[in-house]
């Protein structure tokens, strides 16, 4: 088993991303909100916009970082490929991060899941 991790930068892309994965068979994931330390420190040291314009719709976005589990690595291929189908060549700025790592321990996942059996 694998754990596979996306620091996803388009957080527009989110639903696709995982309408991608869960169409290569990877049938749960956890998301989780993120920023990097470049954002953490650039925001501290500008104003943000929406303080300077209150009544504007402008928000900050940071990162989404999705993790799932996954049983080998053709799957984690097919994950990468689907991902890149969405935001394009990761190796280009501002898309994401994936990567990936054995697992020597994961325990509570059923057989069913690790098949990508969604019932």
């Given amino acids: 088993m694998y754990l596979i991790m996306l620091i996803l930068d388009q957080p527009n892309k989110l639903i696709e991303v995982l309408d991608a994965w869960d169409s290569v068979g990877i049938c749960g994931a956890t998301i989780l909100e993120s920023t990097g330390v470049f954002k953490l420190r650039t925001r501290q040291l500008n104003l943000?916009?929406?303080?300077?314009?209150?009544?504007?719709?402008?928000?900050?976005?940071?990162?989404?970082?999705?993790?799932?589990?996954?049983?080998?690595?053709?799957?984690?291929?097919?994950?990468?490929?689907?991902?890149e189908q969405i935001i394009g060549d990761l190796n280009q700025p501002k898309t994401g991060i994936f990567a990936a790592w054995p697992l020597s321990l994961c325990k509570g996942l059923s057989k069913e899941y690790l098949k990508g059996d969604k019932s």
Avoid: H
């Fill in 48 to 83: 943000p916009a929406r303080y300077a314009f209150p009544l504007s719709e402008i928000t900050e976005q940071g990162n989404y970082t999705i993790i799932s589990i996954v049983p080998d690595e053709p799957m984690i291929q097919q994950c990468l490929e689907a991902t």
